[in-house]
């Protein structure tokens, strides 16, 4: 029997699934595939258990049906590999050093597994559970250095992030048992997401990944190879849709219609005599909406994300080290002109990241199934036991707290000084705020005071 993954992304609009089969070359031949709405799903975290149960059962019902159609469905057997990704997680950085009896003995692999072995002893809190332990970076006798095995010295430090999944990882868990799913394992999304979308050189040149959600926004950093940093945004495009639904008075579901349809997030790319008829609210009269304001109202929201998201790059230390520019991902990419207003705002080169590892499967190849596309990667990493990517932090500086409560390195120098590239000096004449979280309510209440009166009838 071959051997299939199947993977499920829990999103706050949508849980999609996917099953595959790796193949020679690397990539994944997928054979079925299907996403339905959200239900108990809360910014990514499922809050209740039940709903999400009975989405995932009719998720399996027509992936079932799909299956049906292969002409031998006896033969895949897509129930017994399952990944999940899960975004709710929290890490907590540990540092280990051990002094080696024979100094003049080369450092094995053993020897640097046992160091990440004892992070499993790090105190939890109840119901919580660790889901990954990565390497920061080694030091060997003070000397700090990617790959301490084969190296000699008397002291072998090492110092981990250890990523602990809370309740949002049990109720993923008890979701798919409602559904009769056996869960294999969970894997952290946003880096699934990343991993999907990226070329191998990209990562070594530097880039950052924008994963746009219905309830979160997630930022990945890659420098050098290595994954640099991560972080969360509690915004996304339910939040723009809100946005809408109260600046135009309409309902939520004509809200959603205008932004996929109509809506672009660069004001500037809009005419202003277009305007867009609206249904009245519960079969009232129909009104006008000029697509000039929806835009600005876009915008807003758009701009304390893209603020957000400079301001985690930049405490990231490897903003201005991102030759590979930006890849915007997840359903947040469809938003009109976001590309062109990223680089606007970012002075980086910036496209839309579409799975890079699917196959027969033009339907689900686009940026909505970037983070399935991860864990199917992921997934199969873990079964064919591939080492995960090796984490490394800048040098061992001081940390301070960022927005969302995660470690993040103060500013560093990477690489020799080098003058600015134009446009991104120019991008960046106004410094971003720390508290851009506190900016977009007021942007959109005044704008909603001083425009919707003549705008909207």
């Known amino acids: 029997m071959e051997k299939y993954i199947t993977a499920i992304d829990f999103g706050t609009t949508k849980i999609r699934a996917l099953i595959g089969k790796k193949n020679a070359s690397g990539k994944f031949h997928i054979i079925a595939h299907h996403e339905d709405d959200a239900e108990g799903v809360v910014q990514g975290e499922v809050e209740n258990i039940l709903q999400a149960g009975n989405v995932l059962k009719s998720i399996l019902n027509d992936l079932r049906a799909q299956l049906e159609k292969i002409e031998s469905p006896s033969s895949v057997d897509f129930m017994k590999v399952v990944y999940a990704g899960i975004g709710n997680i929290r890490y907590i950085k540990e540092k280990i050093s051990e002094l080696r009896e024979t100094p003049e003995d080369v450092i094995s692999k053993q020897e640097v597994d046992t160091l990440r072995q004892k992070m499993h002893h790090v105190q939890l809190n109840e119901n919580e559970k660790i889901l990954d332990i990565i390497p920061q970076r080694y030091c060997v006798d003070g000397r700090t250095t990617a790959e301490p095995v084969g190296c000699t010295g008397h002291r072998l430090e090492a110092e981990f992030h250890v990523f602990i999944g809370s309740k949002s990882q049990n109720n993923v868990r008890r979701s798919m048992e409602h559904a009769e799913i056996a869960l ?30 219905g309830g979160t926004t997630n930022l990945v950093v890659y420098h050098g190879g290595i994954l640099r940093h991560t972080a969360v945004i509690p915004f996304g495009g339910n939040d723009i849709t809100e946005d809408i639904r109260q600046g135009c008075r309409i309902i939520q579901r004509h809200a959603e219609q205008l932004k996929v349809q109509h809506g672009s997030c660069y004001s500037d790319m809009v005419k202003r005599n277009v305007t867009i008829t609206v249904p009245g609210i519960g079969g009232g009269e129909a009104r006008e909406v000029s697509q000039k304001t929806l835009a600005n109202i876009i915008e807003a929201r758009v701009a304390e994300i893209t603020e957000a998201v400079l301001y985690e790059m930049q405490h990231s230390g490897y903003d201005g080290c991102l030759d590979a520019g930006m890849v915007i991902t997840g359903g947040g990419a469809h938003l009109g002109d976001i590309v062109e207003y990223m680089k606007y705002k970012t002075g980086m080169e910036v496209r839309k990241g579409e799975p890079l590892y699917l196959i027969s499967a033009p339907s689900c190849a686009n940026v909505n199934y970037a983070t399935a596309a991860g864990l199917l990667l992921k997934g199969m990493e873990a079964e064919e036991r591939i080492p995960e990517l090796v984490l490394v932090a800048p040098e061992n500086e001081p940390r301070r707290r960022s927005l969302f409560g995660r470690n993040n390195p103060t500013k560093k120098t990477l690489t020799p000084e080098r003058e600015p590239k134009p446009k991104q000096e120019e991008a960046r004449t106004k410094p971003v705020e720390k508290q851009w979280m506190g900016g977009l309510f007021d942007k959109v209440s005044d704008f909603i005071d001083k425009t919707f009166t003549d705008d909207i009838a």
Do not use: M
Not at 184 to 213: P, Q, R, Y
């Open 184 to 213: 294999k394992d969970v894997v952290l999304s946003n880096i699934a997401a990343a991993e999907a979308v990226l070329h191998k050189e990209e990562k070594e040149t530097g880039v950052a990944v924008v994963n746009f959600g």
